[in-house]
Nanobody, 123 residues
């Protein structure tokens, strides 16, 4: 079993930055693909970014490319999402997910989920 705990959410003005972190329990963290998803009110959960076990391969939604950066530290069992140039449309609950399979951009590929962290971007 893997437990994921997100932190770092909050309220920021448009154009600002936030860094989300996800701490994972479990000895097999370093073998998992990790992902970030988000869900805005009234909308479906959507993919934001993912990173393979080694950190050498990353994936981004078009909305995140050039503004967000995903990284991981396998020694500390953490994965982070640096979000820059934030926009009001980035407002959502952000979820960390673990053990992504062959399709890291699909929520159904992940076995474990955090409780979510609220990000609010004001205009």
């Amino acid at each position: 079993q893997v437990q994921l705990v997100e932190s770092g959410g909050g309220v920021v003005q448009a154009g600002g930055s936030l860094r989300l972190s996800c701490a994972a329990s479990g000895r097999t963290f370093s073998s998992y693909t990790m992902g970030w998803f988000r869900q805005a009110p009234g909308k479906e959960r959507e993919f934001v970014a993912a990173i393979r076990w080694s950190g050498s391969t990353t994936y981004y939604a078009d909305s995140a490319k050039g503004r967000f950066a995903i990284s991981r530290d396998n020694a500390k069992n953490t994965v982070s999402l640096q979000m820059n140039s934030l926009k009001p449309e980035d407002t959502a609950v952000y979820y960390c997910a673990a053990k992504g399979g062959v399709a890291p951009m699909l929520a159904s590929s992940y076995d474990y989920w955090g409780q979510g962290s609220q990000v609010t971007v004001s205009s």
